[in-house]
Structure formats: structure tokens, C-alpha cells
């Protein structure tokens, strides 16, 4: 089983539109997909009840919601026939919270957003992600996603300006556009959206 997790500290960057766009690209690709949402808000999760039924078939485990009936690491495990899980995790993590959520990841995908903020904000994510998890080894798990780039902007220049100080690959931009937000409210992915 693959292990994805998306991570970034920052709230808003996109973690939960990538968790769950490419949950639907993999299930589309004929994966058999599990979807964690470790965060309270659970989007995902939501995202996950407006899924149409007749497309291909996510399961979804709400990592959030303690049972008590269950112990966390049974509830936390993903059934045994899932070959891709996907980890949406919550804003605000600290060192201890991402190493947490990211051990055993084969893949760690942090957006990032073009703003002043943002990218501060992700220098001190990856900063904590490379202490807490063993430099080298977790430095080649680790892809970024420049998210809602505007082509040519300003934002745009600095994104990539700041990435370039990385041995981190950029391994996916994303432009802004509103599907995004339509594929939110109605449990699509992008690739299931009519074409337009
Ligand atoms: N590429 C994009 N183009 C347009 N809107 C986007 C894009 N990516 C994300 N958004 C919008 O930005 C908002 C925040 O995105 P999202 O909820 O995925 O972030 P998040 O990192 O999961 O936030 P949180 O930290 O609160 O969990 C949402 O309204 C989403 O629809
Ligand atoms: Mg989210």
C-alpha cells in the first residue's frame, strides 16, 4: 500500500482540494483508494458524503473522531484491500504533530501558495519536516505543489524564486481557477468534471 500524506502547517493552502483530487484521480485510474481527513473541520470527509455514488467508490476513514468502541489504531486502519492511502491532515501542526502524521509516507505533498505569507510559512514547515524526520532520507519524500499560480504574476515569480533555494522538486503547479471550489461542493474531482 502507498502512502500519501499532504501536509503544510499554513491553513487555507490546498491541502484538502489535492487530498481529494487526487483520491479521485487514483479511484478514476482504477486504485482501490482510502481517504484519512485527520483534521476536525472535516472537509474531506464532506466532500466524501457528496460524492456521487455511481462514480468510482473512496473510502473514507475520519481520522478526527475519537470511538470509543474502537481503539485509534484500528479505527486508523485503512482496509486491508486499499493500495493508495491518502492523508489530508489539519492546518497548525508542529514538529512533533507532522512527524507524527507522516512516518511511514511514501510520498509527502505540500502546497504552497504564491503570498508573502505562504511562503514564509512553508519555509518553516519544511525546516520542521526535514528536523523531525531524518534530513536526507525525508528530503527525497517530499514534493511541492505551487498552488493557485497565476501565470506571470509577481506571486508567481517569488514562488519560484523560493523553491529554487530546494532540493525539493516542485512536482506539480496548479493554476487558479474556480473548478476548483465547484469540485469542493460537489465530491468530483477535476478529471470527473465535464470538460468545460
Ligand atoms: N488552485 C485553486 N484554485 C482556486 N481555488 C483553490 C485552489 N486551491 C484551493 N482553492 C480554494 O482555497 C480554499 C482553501 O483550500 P483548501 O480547503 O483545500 O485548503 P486547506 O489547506 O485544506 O485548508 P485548511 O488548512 O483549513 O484545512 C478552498 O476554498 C479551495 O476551494
Ligand atoms: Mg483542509
Known amino acids: 500500500m502507498q502512502k500519501i500524506v499532504i501536509v503544510n502547517s499554513k491553513g487555507g493552502s490546498g491541502k484538502t482540494t489535492i487530498a481529494v483530487n487526487i483520491a479521485s484521480a487514483l479511484a478514476k485510474r482504477g486504485e482501490n483508494v482510502a ?7 472535516g472537509s474531506s ?3 466524501l458524503k457528496l460524492r456521487p455514488a455511481e462514480l468510482p467508490a473512496i473510502t473514507g476513514i475520519a481520522g ?3 470511538d470509543a468502541n474502537l481503539t ?3 479505527q486508523l486502519t485503512p482496509p486491508p ?3 493508495v492511502l491518502i492523508l489530508d491532515t489539519p492546518a497548525g501542526l508542529d514538529r512533533r504533530g507532522l512527524e507524527a502524521a507522516t512516518r511511514g509516507a511514501d510520498a509527502i505533498l505540500m502546497p ?3 503570498s508573502d505569507i505562504d511562503i514564509h510559512a512553508a519555509t518553516h514547515c519544511i525546516a520542521d519536516l526535514l528536523l523531525g524526520g531524518k534530513g536526507a532520507s525525508m528530503s527525497r519524500r517530499i514534493g511541492i505543489v505551487a498552488n493557485r499560480v497565476k501565470a506571470n504574476s509577481r506571486g508567481s515569480r517569488r514562488l ?4 529554487q533555494n530546494f532540493e525539493i ?3 506539480a503547479t496548479l493554476r487558479d481557477s474556480v473548478n476548483y471550489t465547484r469540485s469542493a461542493e460537489t465530491g468530483l474531482g477535476l478529471l470527473e468534471m465535464p470538460r468545460w
Do not use: G, K, N, Y
Open 72 to 74: 485509534r489504531s484500528f
Open 64 to 66: 478526527f473522531r475519537s
Open 81 to 83: 484491500e486499499t493500495t
Open 160 to 163: 519560484q524564486r523560493f523553491l
Open 169 to 171: 522538486p516542485v512536482v
Open 35 to 41: 481517504l484519512m481527513d485527520l483534521d476536525p473541520q
Open 112 to 114: 504552497v501558495m504564491a
Open 45 to 47: 470527509m464532506r466532500w
